[in-house]
């Protein structure tokens, strides 16, 4: 389970910062930075994990409390997205890290570190440590690894009533069969990420091409 280890160790604001949706084949990249109180009472350490480990149910759950801690003044959350757009100019993982950047810049002053989850950094206007497997070690990345999820899940649900057919309400832009078969039969929409192979060859109804390419959410 991950923990304040590292967090405490460096003392000050330490924020942790991780990324929801680089491999979706549509909607925006979000991330979320997540400053946690020394004092972080147990029942809500005991909530977080990394978001790949958690069910939706228990991510909702660890979102509302993570909230709650904020209006507490136990914990500093902040969020933010780069665009489809943003992916198509950037590439995915700039875009990754431009969402980082907002993401920190949100939150009510810069912190005295960043853990950032992964090898590669945004640039930022504090200290900053890379932390490779950090969401499932720090719990302030951990934090944000579900607080990009929920919100990224859902406003990829508002975008499926928008454009309904993609399945997004259950898959969250990810190129599951359902979504994939969708592609093929209704083409891209603009919250599609056209730049990713796969989306081209899908929408170009070259089901056969992106078979023997053998990938799913390929760029």
Request: aromatic residues 4%; contains cysteine.
């Given at each position: 389970m991950p923990d304040l280890a590292l967090e405490r160790a460096h003392g000050g604001r330490v924020a942790?910062?991780?990324e929801a949706g680089r491999g979706p084949l549509?909607?925006?990249v979000m991330a979320a930075a997540v400053v946690l109180a020394p004092?972080?009472?147990?029942?809500?350490?005991?909530?977080?994990?990394?978001?790949?480990?958690?069910?939706?149910?228990?991510r909702e759950a660890a979102f509302a409390a993570l909230l709650a801690a904020q209006r507490a003044g136990l914990a500093e959350v902040a969020v933010a997205a780069a665009s489809v757009a943003e992916i198509a100019r950037?590439?995915?993982?700039?875009?990754?890290?431009?969402?980082?950047?907002?993401?920190v810049a949100r939150l009510p002053a810069p912190p005295d570190l960043a853990l950032i989850d992964g090898n590669r950094a945004p640039a930022l206007p504090c200290a900053v440590r890379c932390v490779v497997g950090g969401?499932?070690?720090?719990?302030?990345?951990?934090?944000?690894?579900?607080?990009?999820?929920?919100?990224?899940?859902?406003?990829?649900?508002?975008?499926?009533?928008?454009?309904?057919?993609?399945g997004w309400e259950r898959n969250a832009g990810y190129g599951t069969a359902a979504h994939r078969a969708a592609l093929v039969r209704f083409g891209?929409?603009?919250?599609?990420?056209?730049?990713?192979?796969?989306?081209?060859?899908?929408?170009?109804?070259?089901?056969?091409?992106?078979?023997?390419?053998?990938g799913v959410g390929s760029q």
């Open positions: 942790g910062v991780d549509a909607g925006p004092q972080l009472p147990a029942s809500l350490a005991a909530l977080i994990d990394d978001s790949k480990r958690l069910d939706p149910a228990a950037l590439n995915i993982l700039g875009a990754a890290l431009l969402a980082m950047h907002r993401a969401d499932a070690r720090c719990l302030s990345i951990a934090a944000a690894s579900i607080v990009a999820k929920v919100v990224r899940d859902r406003a990829m649900a508002r975008l499926a009533a928008r454009c309904p057919g993609y891209a929409t603009r919250h599609h990420r056209a730049g990713f192979g796969t989306v081209r060859r899908l929408a170009a109804g070259q089901a056969a091409a992106w078979a023997s390419a053998g």
